[in-house]
């Protein structure tokens, strides 16, 4: 049984309390990259030899990823009373991943035409040698047809997705499973409540994963300056400054004048979920913030199934990051091995990059398969020329890894906003730091009349009704809200 401290009332119990700086985890998990650097720059065989803390940190948090993706969406469609309102959702999803896909290779191809990085290179693709890493990655990409992310979404067992961590087909598993489950009505109430409650379990053992991410952060950025260095940054530097700043950009006018649209402000966001952003600047990947992102958005006022729907789909079809890279590269290795391209061509390298970009997804060397597939289906650029980029990828992939979880959380907020459940109010004093109340479970956002409803068709729920006493607190606080 609880005990509440005298003059305290339920609801302040339940708020989530300031921590001091010194004590929060990006401060500890920035602190981590910055000793991980030091020790990689003076110590190189020191920094390489971390890397089994790196991996095994960035391995139990991929554990725990398709579970996680799986028991959200599930619960999410399952709990709905209307199941097409879950079709729509996923399809406007999708039409925002194609716009928001073509606006940011449009971004790579307009930067690397203005500033032609490339010229004066005078690369031979004939002699260009391909190290054994490179070239595996080379023949994926070349045997990747368009047309088979279509196929792969559907898995060859229910259990090998998640043995194999393909997100795709998690999600494919996930919907099938949440609508058989919501047709069940009655009958699976009990099974719903099941996958409600392993939900809290997951985000209950993420909590204890994720205070090891200092380690984890550490021992990867250890390895990666101890074994890369910084000697490739000498020759490559201007087309890696490049990449960065077109990124910045990116995110700012694009993805901010999205935000304000939504009256929320970019940088706002950005500081919200500084946590994740240090995980991914120390693991040179998105997937261990994919929780931590869900989790937010939530308790931001995003409804779950948007969340557990629009998230885990945009890590495969919405990466914004991985477009302005392809797109910049691509051209780049055109221009380094004098390959003249018109603006057609470059148009359909777009077009085709829209679905080899989806091919790769999840996939380990996904960002050159998918490169490699693109240049063998335009047939125009010598797919060899990867070897000109191939030794400062690893400087960009940190890069891509933000701008992607970037795109996402924006991507999430605009689709709620697009079904009129999305509670800008409570997003942005949330995003602003300040202490609100936890979600009940059967939250509805109060949407203001004047913007989303008539005169007469109200609201049945207000946000402003949230259930009294401590036991109502509690059942009604959704599994993840919490703070971990």
Same mark, same amino acid.
């Given at each position: 049984?609880?005990?509440?401290?005298?003059?305290?009332?339920? @609801?302040?119990?339940?708020?989530?309390?300031?921590?001091? &700086?010194?004590?929060?985890?990006?401060?500890?998990?920035?602190?981590?990259?910055?000793?991980?650097?030091?020790?990689? &720059?003076?110590?190189?065989?020191?920094?390489?030899?971390?890397?089994?803390?790196?991996?095994?940190? *960035?391995?139990?948090?991929?554990?725990?990823?398709?579970?996680? +993706?799986?028991?959200?969406?599930?619960?999410?469609? %399952?709990?709905?009373?209307?199941?097409?309102? *879950?079709?729509?959702?996923?399809?406007?999803?999708?039409?925002?991943?194609?716009?928001?896909?073509?606006?940011?290779?449009?971004?790579?191809?307009?930067?690397?035409? *203005?500033?032609?990085?490339?010229?004066?290179?005078?690369?031979?693709?004939?002699?260009?040698?391909?190290?054994?890493?490179?070239?595996?990655?080379?023949?994926?990409?070349?045997?990747?047809?368009? &047309?088979?992310?279509?196929?792969?979404?559907?898995?060859? #067992?229910?259990?090998?997705?998640?043995?194999?961590?393909?997100?795709?087909?998690?999600?494919?598993? %996930?919907?099938?499973?949440?609508? @058989?489950?919501?047709?069940?009505?009655?009958?699976?109430?009990?099974?719903?409540?099941?996958?409600?409650?392993?939900?809290? +379990?997951?985000?209950?053992?993420?909590?204890?994963?994720?205070?090891?991410?200092?380690?984890?952060?550490?021992? @990867?950025?250890?390895?990666?300056?101890?074994?890369?260095?910084?000697?490739?940054?000498?020759?490559?530097?201007?087309?890696?400054?490049?990449?960065?700043?077109?990124?910045?950009?990116? $995110?700012?006018?694009?993805?901010?004048?999205?935000?304000?649209?939504?009256?929320?402000?970019?940088?706002?966001?950005?500081?919200?979920?500084?946590?994740?952003?240090?995980?991914?600047?120390?693991?040179?990947?998105?997937?261990?913030?994919?929780?931590?992102?869900?989790?937010?958005?939530?308790?931001?006022?995003?409804?779950?199934?948007?969340?557990?729907?629009?998230?885990?789909?945009?890590?495969?079809?919405?990466?914004?990051?991985?477009?302005?890279?392809?797109?910049?590269?691509?051209?780049?290795?055109?221009?380094?091995?004098?390959?003249?391209?018109?603006?057609?061509?470059?148009?359909?390298?777009?077009?085709?990059?829209?679905?080899?970009?989806?091919?790769?997804?999840?996939?380990?060397?996904?960002?050159?398969?998918?490169?490699?597939?693109?240049?063998?289906?335009?047939?125009?650029?010598?797919?060899?020329?990867?070897?000109?980029?191939?030794?400062?990828?690893?400087?960009?992939?940190?890069?891509?890894?933000?701008?992607?979880?970037?795109?996402?959380?924006? %991507?999430?907020? +605009?689709? %709620?906003? &697009?079904?009129?459940?999305?509670?800008?109010?409570?997003?942005?004093?949330?995003?602003?730091?300040?202490? $609100?109340?936890?979600?009940?479970?059967?939250?509805?956002?109060?949407?203001?009349?004047?913007?989303?409803?008539?005169?007469?068709?109200?609201?049945?729920?207000?946000?402003?009704?949230?259930? #009294?006493?401590?036991?109502?607190?509690?059942?009604?606080?959704?599994?993840?809200?919490?703070?971990?």
């Amino acid at each position: 049984m609880e005990h509440i401290t005298a003059g305290a009332s339920p @609801a302040d119990k339940n708020m989530p309390r300031k921590t001091r &700086w010194y004590r929060q985890l990006y401060f500890w998990v920035l602190t981590a990259i910055l000793v991980g650097i030091l020790l990689g &720059w003076l110590a190189p065989t020191a920094g390489i030899a971390m890397e089994p803390i790196g991996t095994t940190f *960035v391995n139990a948090m991929k554990m725990l990823i398709g579970p996680i +993706v799986f028991l959200t969406i599930v619960g999410g469609i %399952a709990s709905v009373a209307d199941l097409k309102k *879950v079709g729509m959702t996923g399809l406007k999803a999708l039409t925002y991943f194609q716009i928001g896909t073509i606006c940011a290779m449009v971004f790579g191809l307009v930067a690397i035409n *203005v500033f032609r990085l490339g010229d004066g290179v005078n690369a031979d693709a004939s002699s260009i040698k391909t190290s054994e890493s490179a070239a595996k990655l080379i023949d994926a990409g070349q045997h990747q047809e368009w &047309w088979q992310f279509i196929t792969h979404i559907i898995p060859n #067992s229910i259990a090998g997705p998640f043995v194999e961590g393909d997100i795709l087909q998690i999600i494919f598993i %996930a919907v099938v499973f949440g609508i @058989a489950l919501n047709a069940m009505g009655k009958v699976g109430a009990p099974v719903l409540d099941g996958v409600q409650r392993l939900t809290g +379990v997951m985000f209950k053992i993420l909590g204890f994963i994720m205070k090891a991410a200092p380690l984890g952060a550490f021992g @990867a950025m250890a390895f990666a300056v101890g074994k890369y260095g910084v000697s490739s940054l000498t020759s490559m530097g201007g087309l890696i400054a490049l990449f960065y700043g077109t990124s910045i950009l990116f $995110v700012i006018v694009v993805l901010g004048s999205i935000m304000a649209m939504l009256r929320l402000n970019i940088f706002t966001m950005i500081r919200h979920l500084k946590e994740e952003y240090m995980l991914i600047l120390g693991t040179s990947t998105a997937e261990p913030a994919l929780p931590g992102l869900m989790r937010k958005l939530e308790y931001a006022g995003v409804k779950k199934e948007t969340v557990g729907l629009v998230v885990p789909t945009g890590y495969s079809f919405n990466l914004d990051g991985a477009a302005i890279y392809l797109s910049l590269a691509a051209l780049y290795i055109a221009q380094a091995t004098n390959t003249e391209l018109t603006i057609g061509q470059q148009l359909g390298l777009l077009a085709v990059m829209l679905l080899t970009s989806k091919g790769a997804a999840g996939v380990a060397g996904g960002g050159f398969i998918a490169l490699t597939a693109t240049l063998t289906t335009l047939g125009t650029i010598p797919a060899a020329g990867i070897m000109l980029i191939f030794g400062i990828d690893k400087f960009m992939s940190e890069c891509r890894a933000l701008v992607n979880f970037t795109g996402n959380a924006v %991507a999430t907020l +605009v689709i %709620a906003r &697009w079904d009129r459940t999305l509670d800008t109010d409570r997003v942005r004093r949330v995003f602003a730091g300040e202490t $609100v109340e936890p979600m009940p479970v059967d939250y509805t956002p109060a949407i203001p009349m004047e913007e989303e409803t008539e005169p007469d068709e109200a609201p049945k729920h207000s946000a402003a009704v949230v259930p #009294s006493g401590p036991a109502a607190s509690a059942d009604r606080r959704p599994a993840y809200s919490k703070s971990l």
